[in-house]
């Protein structure tokens, strides 16, 4: 079974300063699909940025961009020029591309980083 | 517009009762998951349906029943073998036939024991 691990319960930034989450998961499967989601105090799940295993580029979606090492199996999210609207929970998920017996299409998630952004 | 609805939004449970929480969508999705949220825990998958009529168990399917009759509702039975159900729970879509498409996830349900 695969699994997601997020390494830091919390993390901190200064407005418009870098930040970057950690996501490692363990998986023996070759293509899968990786996520960043986003839960702020609303609890609303948002999607932050998404990244497939088959690709080799990283993945980039405004002051959000992630660092894909497959051989790693790590999946960091960098979040540039911080904003208070970054505050929340982020979640990394991990889901199969193949469809076999027993749950490949259940997005497995971490444990989830909670971002303070300090003004 | 097209999304997920759940409903309550908060709940409470007493002793030995069963609750539904009900999840409604309206984006023709034919997958439908029920996950669980506790604080440090991120969310557990309890059950996941790909097609009407058909479901399967997540991780912590124990104490918790599922119905899929309707390709648009999935409701969740917390029964009274759940012997802590205090939890918030998210109800998700999403396509079959593009794995790479996200999640839509509900606003939740806020469970709560008197």
């Known amino acids: 079974a695969q699994t997601v691990t997020q390494s830091q319960p919390e993390m901190s930034v200064q407005e418009a300063e870098t930040v970057t989450l950690s996501c490692t998961y363990d998986?023996?499967?070759?293509?899968?699909?990786l996520f960043w989601y986003k839960q702020p105090p609303s609890r609303q799940m948002i999607l932050v940025i998404r990244q497939e295993a088959y690709k080799q580029q990283n993945a980039t979606e405004n002051r959000f961009s992630v660092n894909f090492q497959k051989a790693a199996k790590s999946f960091s999210l960098k979040i540039s020029d911080s904003q208070l609207g970054d505050a929340a929970m982020y979640f990394c998920a991990y889901r199969s591309s193949f469809i076999t017996q027993g749950g490949s299409e259940k997005l497995v998630f971490g444990k989830g980083t909670k971002l303070t952004v300090n003004p | 517009d097209g999304g997920i609805t759940q409903s309550p939004k908060y709940l409470f449970r007493k002793e030995g009762q069963n609750v539904t929480l009900s999840c409604e969508q309206n984006l023709n999705h034919d997958a439908m998951y029920w996950y669980r949220q506790d604080p440090g825990q991120g969310l557990r998958l309890i059950y996941y349906?790909?097609?009407?009529?058909?479901?399967q168990k997540g991780d912590i399917a124990e104490g918790y029943s599922v119905s899929r009759e309707k390709k648009e509702s999935f409701p969740l039975t917390v029964t009274s073998a759940q012997k802590n159900p205090t939890a918030f729970y998210l109800c998700?879509?999403?396509?079959?036939?593009?794995?790479?498409?996200?999640?839509?996830f509900g606003s939740g349900t806020q469970l709560s024991v008197l």
């Open positions: 998700a879509s999403s396509r079959t036939d593009r794995r790479n498409e996200k999640l839509f």
């Open positions: 998986t023996s499967e070759s293509d899968y699909y």
């Open positions: 349906s790909q097609i009407v009529n058909d479901f």
